[in-house]
C-alpha cells in the first residue's frame, strides 16, 4: 500500500474537488482521494494505491482534470 501526496492548483469550488478525485480514482491501483481545497491557492491531494504510481500518471490525470501539479 503506497499513500503520496500531492500539491494541485488552480482548484477553486467542490467541483473542482470532485474532477480531480474522478481522474485519479480511474488510474489502475487508486483505492483512495482525498482532496483538501485551498480555493485559489495549493491544494493538497492525497492519494492512497496498491502500488506507488509514475508521476507522470498522476500529472496526466490531473491534467486532464484542468488543473495543475505542482
Known amino acids: 500500500m503506497a499513500q503520496n501526496t ?10 473542482c474537488v470532485n474532477s480531480v478525485t474522478e481522474e485519479l480514482s480511474a488510474l489502475d491501483g487508486v483505492s483512495k ?13 492525497q492519494v492512497t494505491s496498491d502500488a506507488e ?4 500518471a498522476v500529472q496526466a490525470a490531473v491534467e486532464e482534470a484542468g488543473y495543475e501539479l505542482v
Open 53 to 56: 504510481l509514475e508521476r507522470s
Open 33 to 45: 482521494v482525498d482532496v483538501f481545497l485551498v480555493s485559489g491557492g495549493e491544494s493538497t491531494v
Open 6 to 15: 500531492y500539491r494541485v492548483t488552480g482548484m477553486t469550488c467542490q467541483h
